[in-house]
């Protein structure tokens, strides 16, 4: 976490994003709270919400493949391991992004953004898993040796990895903020980010509690929402204080949306 914490920290002064204003600051924070909240509201209620049943219940032969080769003896070990590298790799890109070497507010106004990333990511993961009711790896290994069925409310919702595209989204959107500023810092924190959070989610296959695809799909979400946060809610400022991207729809048959600008 240190090169990943260093190499954050290390920035000149970056230029203006859209949402840096007070105001503006203010109305993403409470973005990101939403987003806790959602987040928050389904594990609480878990029980109740479910999913009761499988939805996606049997894996494929590859997935199973994976497991038998990446689980570990001792599965607990593999699932704090995971727990720790998730919260480190996003506490890390919080820390780092307010402590750069920016002015102060463009630090606090990047910790919020990445928070905020977080957070979405965190409420698109939750929904996909009540929606899709996939097994995870142990209540499916019990099902297969004929055990009673857990009564576990989380057994059913693998798909797809939140401590995965957590850790990935922190790193896509440090590294995203990072290129907006025009620092300097920004290669480093995907070069050294990535492979740690990969390493998240192979922990997260060790650990049993997801499948290999889960994990690749998490990586993917992850990454894209750690992207788009920041592009399409932060985009660089002109000197007049207007965004430098917008959003058109083109009349025609089929009305296409088209996005143009300097990201």
């Not at 503006?24 to 389904?42: D, P, S, V």
């Not at 929606?131 to 409310?153: F, H, I, K, N, V």
Request: charged share 15%.
């Amino acid at each position: 976490m240190i090169p990943l914490l260093v190499t954050l920290a290390y920035a000149e002064p970056g230029v203006a994003l859209v949402g840096d204003d007070p105001a503006g600051l203010t109305t993403h924070a409470l973005i990101a709270g939403g987003g806790f909240l959602y987040m928050a509201g389904i594990e609480l209620g878990s029980s109740a919400l479910g999913p009761g049943a499988c939805g996606w219940c049997a894996p494929g032969s590859f997935d199973r493949q994976v497991r038998d080769d990446w689980r570990w003896a001792a599965p607990e070990t593999a699932d704090v391991s995971s727990s720790i590298g998730m919260l480190a790799i996003s506490g890390a890109a919080v820390v780092g992004a307010f402590a750069h070497g920016g002015p102060r507010e463009q630090g606090l106004a990047d910790a919020v953004y990445v928070v905020e990333a977080l957070a979405l990511t965190g409420v698109v993961n939750e929904t996909v898993k009540l929606a899709s009711a996939r097994r995870r790896p142990y209540a499916w290994a019990l099902d297969e040796a004929g055990a009673p069925p857990t009564d576990d409310p989380d057994a059913n919702r693998s798909f797809y990895s939140q401590h995965t595209s957590l850790a990935f989204a922190a790193v896509a959107s440090a590294g995203t903020l990072a290129a907006l500023r025009k620092d300097r810092a920004a290669p480093w924190i995907w070069g050294v980010g990535i492979p740690l959070a990969a390493g998240v989610g192979y922990l997260r296959v060790a650990a049993d509690a997801h499948w290999l695809s889960d994990v690749a799909a998490a990586a993917v979400m992850g990454t894209a929402s750690g992207v788009l946060v920041p592009v399409l809610l932060h985009p660089r400022v002109t000197p007049d204080g207007h965004a430098t991207w917008e959003i058109q729809v083109v009349p025609g048959t089929t009305p296409t949306i088209v996005a143009s600008g300097t990201f």
